[in-house]
């Protein structure tokens, strides 16, 4: 596979993927110094992207001149808020703010453990691929990609990221708000108690480089469908009727998703590159890189858009009803409010069903 010439150098260091430079203005949340800043016209410019968006550009354009396809995730596969921007606008005005705060503070919380991408072990890919990776960002993973990833979501030393901003957004927007006590606890009780064990789906490559994959299409997923979230955010705490300083609120949100812009690019061309090569398998022989992501991929959007959708949305409701209890009238409360859900199937199929194989000749 010849690396075709660019205009973008395809080889960074550590160093040049995590350097942010310098800003005319830091950004400040909440009183405390986040990453990213402003450039002297105003722009928001986000943080360690100096040579890492470039970077992104040159790999994604290395796979165009290949003929490769770059992977896409059909935003038609995202689920709709619960609650949307007109149910939660809905509860603010009636003063049942408490389903609101736990939302916003639970993507705070969220966006936090998204640090953790920092511990995936990357092994030795040019020994599982058979093809060249350099110049690739899969040769760059774990020479700063992911630890951009993690220092984004959760800061860096005394540096905030986006786990600070949400809770800047949400003060600003709610004028600081109590924060139900049992958030987190909730949270636990949600996630570990329904965590199903992980079958391999393909138990004939490496172990460690299957869970690699496999985390890299379940982030890229989520990273993807959280765009939802953004504009839900963005549009709420934007808001005159229901946030205190709507200006704000809704520019530290557009602040948040210009940073995850990043992520999901770094993403997918990493897996457009697996997609792109053959893997070697554990008894010598080999497998098409493109069935191992395509699976991995249709198995991940499957569970996002189905059960687990469908377990968040009890669980939130749940949670919803008992908050409505503080209201006058709490059942017809519930029923304007359940008159302005989103309705939504999912999509019958994922854009990542197995293929046919080709006839033999």
Known sequence: MAAPSTDLPLEYSREELLDSGS??????????????GFEADGSYRSPRTIHRAPAV???QERLRREDCDLIQIDPALMPPQYPNVEQ???LLLEGVREPVVRRLTIISIVEGFGAIIRDVGVPDLASHVVEPITGTSLDHLEQGLFEAHARDEAGYRDEGGHKQMWEAARDLALENPKIPGDVLMQMMGQGPGRRRERKRGFPQIDERLERMLATMAQVLAVEVFAMGAFDWGERLLSDSEVSAEPEAAGRM????RADESPHVEYL???LSEVAARTLRTVDGGSIPGREVVRGMLHSTLRGLTRERREEQRNDIRGALIEAMQVHANPASLLERFDELETKWTPPEHTGFEPEDPEPQA
């Open 253 to 256: 949100v557009s602040f948040i």
């Open 268 to 270: 997918r061309t990493g």
């Open 23 to 36: 800003y005319d203005e830091p950004l400040i949340a909440g009183g405390v110094r986040c990453h990213g």
């Open 57 to 59: 550009q040159a790999w």
């Open 88 to 90: 939660a606008k809905l």
